[in-house]
Nanobody, 116 residues
């Protein structure tokens, strides 16, 4: 059974940082790109970042480029999202995501709230 379990969310002041983690199981983690996707209150899903199988190639949405860093640890089947210089626009539920064949798998999400 594929499982993605996110953690690390919370309440942070503007300008602060958080590090999200996603623990994956049930598939060959090192063979698949991993993604972070977020959903702000009242809005649709927004792709944030993805990392290739080896971790050497990363891509970011323009809205987070230069402030967020994605990284993976294939030995521990985990993917992380380091988020710096957070602003209120980053308030959202953050999901870990993997596409296996034609099926998208999602974690339960972790809430990030940026507030004074």
């Amino acid at each position: 059974e594929v499982q993605l379990v996110e953690s690390g969310g919370g309440l942070v002041h503007p300008g602060g940082s958080l590090r999200l983690s996603c623990a994956a199981s049930g598939f060959t983690f090192s063979s698949y790109f991993m993604r972070w996707v977020r959903q702000a209150p009242g809005k649709g899903l927004e792709w944030v970042s993805f990392v290739d199988t080896g971790g050497s190639s990363t891509t970011y949405a323009d809205s987070v480029k230069g402030r967020f860093t994605i990284a993976r640890d294939n030995a521990k089947n985990t993917v992380h999202l380091q988020m710096n210089s957070l602003q209120s626009g980053a308030t959202a539920v953050y999901y870990c995501n993997v596409l296996l064949g034609a099926v998208d798998y999602w974690g339960q999400g972790t809430q990030v709230t940026v507030s004074p």
